[in-house]
C-alpha cells in the first residue's frame, strides 16, 4: 500500500458551523494562499458548511459529518440541506480518480479536554507515518482512532483514503481560543511539510513507537425509561480524556449523589468526556485502549 506522491492537501474547517477554529483557518488561508503553498503539491482551503457557519449551529438539518455512507451519497431521495452538501462535497473533492492521489486534514474543535487530537482516515502506513511524525514534533499530540469500519464511513475525512481529522480542545462551540488556533496551525504547517517531503522522496521518519488510543465502544448516560438523563460525569473523570480509568472508579454521579462505577474488568481510557454536541447522540464518553505501533 504505497503511496507515490500527493498531488493535493484539500484543509476542511467548518464541516460543523459552530466550531469556529476550523472555520477562521480556512478563512485565514483563503486570503493567504500563499501560506499552505508547497512546490510538490496543490493545496486547497474550503470551508464545509456555510450556511450552518452563517446561522452559528453545528448544522441545518442533520449532521454534516455522518452524511457520506456511500448509499447516502448515492440515494437522490435523501434533500436536506446537509445531504445536498456532502453530495456536492464529495463531487467537488472526490470525484474520478481525484481520491487516490489526495489528502484531507479536517478540522475540528470539541467542547471535551482532548487537547491536540489526530483522527487518521484510514488505517493506511502513510497516515501511520504522518501521526507518528506529528506525535514526534509535539509529544502533547494524541492518536484516536475510531472503531467503526473504514470502508463505509459517515465521516468526511473518509472520502480520502489518505489524510486525518484533527480535533482540538477544550473548547466552547461558537467560540475561538488563540492558543487552539495557532496550535492547530502549526499542526497545519507540519502536515503540509511532511507531504512535501514524501513527495521528494525524502520523508521524515521517526524511531519512536506510536501510541494509539483504540476506540472499542461508546458509553451513554444512565437514562430513565423516558430517555432522559439520571446521572453526570463524576467530578473526579471529568477534564480526564486520556487518562486511565480502572475498574471499580467512578463514571458518572446521580442528580442524589450516587456514585455509579465503571464495571469493566480492564484499564480503559476514556476520550470525548462530556462532549457537548454528542447529548444527542447518547454519548457520555468514547472508550478507547492504549496500543503502541511501530511504524
Request: glycine share 6%.
Amino acid at each position: 500500500m504505497t503511496v507515490n506522491s500527493i498531488k493535493r492537501v484539500a484543509i476542511v474547517g467548518g464541516t460543523h458551523g459552530n466550531e469556529l477554529t476550523g472555520v477562521y483557518l480556512v478563512k485565514k488561508f483563503e486570503r493567504s494562499p500563499d501560506l499552505i503553498k508547497r512546490s510538490r503539491f496543490e493545496s486547497v482551503a474550503f470551508l464545509a458548511n456555510p450556511k450552518a457557519y452563517q446561522i452559528g449551529t453545528r448544522y441545518v438539518d442533520t449532521d454534516l459529518n455522518r452524511c457520506f455512507h456511500r448509499q447516502d451519497l448515492e440515494n437522490p431521495a435523501l434533500s436536506s440541506y446537509e445531504a445536498i452538501r456532502a453530495k456536492e462535497i464529495y463531487q467537488i473533492l472526490a470525484s474520478g480518480d481525484k481520491q487516490q492521489s489526495n489528502l484531507i486534514v479536517d478540522l475540528h474543535s470539541t467542547t471535551s479536554n482532548m487537547g491536540l487530537t489526530i483522527i487518521p482516515s484510514s488505517k493506511h502506513p502513510f497516515n501511520l507515518q504522518l501521526a507518528a511524525y506529528l506525535q514526534s514534533v509535539n509529544p502533547s499530540v494524541k492518536v484516536y482512532r475510531w472503531a467503526q469500519a473504514e470502508q463505509d464511513s459517515p465521516f468526511l475525512r473518509s472520502i480520502y483514503e489518505l489524510g486525518c481529522a484533527i480535533e482540538v480542545g477544550s473548547i466552547a462551540q461558537g467560540v475561538l481560543d488563540a492558543h487552539l488556533f495557532q496550535q492547530t496551525e502549526a499542526l497545519i504547517y507540519a502536515i503540509l511539510d511532511f507531504v512535501e517531503a514524501y513527495n521528494q522522496g525524502t520523508p521524515f521518519l521517526t524511531k519512536e513507537p506510536l501510541v494509539i488510543y483504540q476506540s472499542i465502544q461508546t458509553i451513554d448516560y444512565p437514562r430513565n425509561e423516558n430517555g432522559e438523563i439520571q446521572a453526570m460525569i463524576h467530578p473526579q473523570l471529568q477534564f480526564r480524556d486520556y487518562e486511565a480509568l480502572h475498574p471499580g472508579e467512578p463514571m458518572f454521579l446521580t442528580f442524589d449523589g450516587e456514585a455509579i462505577a465503571y464495571q469493566g474488568t480492564s484499564t480503559v481510557y476514556p476520550v470525548f468526556i462530556n462532549e457537548a454536541a454528542y447529548y444527542e447522540k447518547g454519548i457520555a464518553m468514547c472508550i478507547t485502549q492504549k496500543e503502541m505501533v511501530v511504524v
